[in-house]
């Protein structure tokens, strides 16, 4: 095969092959999409690992039972929950606004802001 004149787009090395060919193997192919990738990615993880944490926290206050039970927000703060990351919110018949972190929620209270009732989502049987 004969040079096209082109150099790798990952590690400037000379290309050998087709005239088209970007790159002068495989792994200097995936490095370079990898590095593109990595940016979105990392965000993506970081709002992901806040989801998943933000859950984890509400399992944890609910205690695997099927109850609901009345939290403050400094509570949730100091296991490091984050507000602003959620799945999804339910409005319920009496305009009551839901927020969940998958199937975990909890609502604000009206009486005291700075209280919650955690929630479990309840699950249909089929």
């Known amino acids: 095969m004969f040079g096209n004149g082109k150099n790798c787009l990952y590690?400037?090395?000379?290309?050998?092959?087709?005239a088209d060919k970007k790159f002068c193997d495989d792994q200097c192919r995936n490095s370079y999409n990898n590095q593109l990738k990595a940016?979105?990615?990392?965000?993506?993880r970081n709002i992901n690992n806040a989801l998943k944490k933000n859950r984890n926290i509400l399992e944890s206050i609910l205690q695997n039972t099927d109850e609901t039970i009345k939290v403050n927000r400094e509570k949730l703060l100091q296991e490091g929950f984050q507000f602003k990351y959620y799945t999804h919110q339910y409005v319920n018949k009496k305009g009551n606004v839901y927020v969940y972190c998958y199937d975990f929620g909890y609502l604000e209270l009206d009486r005291d802001p700075?209280?919650?009732?955690?929630?479990?989502?309840?699950t249909v049987s089929k």
């Open 39 to 44: 940016v979105k990615n990392n965000v993506i």
């Open 11 to 18: 590690c400037d090395q000379p290309v050998q092959g087709r």
């Open 114 to 122: 700075d209280w919650f009732l955690v929630v479990r989502k309840k």
